[in-house]
């Protein structure tokens, strides 16, 4: 059974912490959603459907929706008797796309820490090819510890209307995944002539050279259409943690790993290139840059 004009949607939680849901109730366009699907079931919102109902072969499911990582033990997340591995497998088997939403369904995230044997997201465990399944084309990861709600619902939307989506190498929309964090970052200026932030939560300073930021090497449009519309985790004074990347979490949070007393080069930029443009830079002295935007104590 198919609801008319709307594509159906089945959301999977394995090993999750229930982010990405929360992020998704904070879609500014809920309306044009309902209007576009309809949500057949649901672990933590009221739906139409009970996970056994799904099951039953007349029920048709555009998307499958998976949140959370993956893991093919038979001991973990098994429900009405079936195990997590063969439930996945039964309701893949049904929809057109498969949605991976969060890095932990993607990559594997946090979870993929504890036992690389035995947890992994869809495709991939980090890096590596061989997750869940070892091929799947319906895949599509909407990586990000939460994802952005745009970035899951507009994917949804051109698939809905049969547009074309482009994806990365690891299955990600070129659209929300070709660009970096850096990129439209209120703070490149700084970034440009080695000037950091002294403290978490001020707006002057680049948090790349002292507190660990991962934007110039992560892959999203987070500083482009933001979080809530209005800002991002540079913008408030904090350093991006590489969220949408295959090895998030790294192990040293908000620290900057150094050679030679610099930091690791940026994407797509050579270390010796990136070294010797750094050595010319921290020569400059820009007093406006040095200074506080303004005083909130004046």
Not at 120 to 136: I, P
Request: aromatic content about 14%; proline content about 3%.
């Amino acid at each position: 059974m198919k609801t008319k004009n709307r594509s159906t949607i089945v959301w999977l939680q394995g090993l999750t912490c229930n982010g990405n849901t929360h992020s998704f109730l904070n879609y500014s366009g809920i309306d044009i959603f309902s209007n576009n699907f309809k949500i057949l079931h649901h672990p933590q919102i009221k739906t139409p459907y009970s996970l056994e109902k799904v099951l039953d072969e007349n029920v048709q499911v555009d998307f499958l929706v998976v949140e959370g990582a993956f893991s093919k033990n038979s001991k973990l997340l098994s429900r009405f008797g079936f195990s997590f591995k063969d439930l996945v497998d039964k309701l893949s088997k049904k929809a057109k796309y498969i949605i991976c939403a969060g890095s932990c369904a993607s990559f594997g995230g946090i979870f993929r820490l504890q036992d690389e044997k035995q947890i992994f997201g869809a495709l991939y465990s980090g890096k590596k090819e061989g997750g869940f399944w070892e091929k799947n084309n319906k895949v599509v990861n909407i990586s990000g510890c939460p994802m952005h709600p745009r970035w899951f619902v507009e994917t949804l939307l051109k698939l809905h209307f049969k547009d074309n989506v482009y994806l990365d190498e690891y299955q990600r929309p070129k659209e929300v995944y070709s660009y970096l964090v850096h990129q439209g970052c209120l703070r490149n200026e700084y970034f440009e002539w080695k000037v950091d932030c002294k403290e978490y939560g001020q707006k002057e300073g680049c948090l790349f050279y002292e507190h660990g930021c991962q934007g110039p090497m992560t892959h999203a449009n987070c500083n482009k259409i933001l979080w809530n519309t209005v800002s991002s985790k540079t913008r408030v004074g904090s350093s991006c943690l590489g969220c949408t990347e295959f090895d998030f979490p790294k192990k040293a949070l908000y620290e900057t790993q150094t050679h030679m007393s610099l930091p690791s080069a940026p994407f797509g930029v050579s270390r010796r290139a990136y070294y010797s443009l750094a050595g010319v830079a921290k020569g400059f002295k820009i007093d406006r840059l040095e200074k506080r935007q303004f005083d909130e104590n004046d």
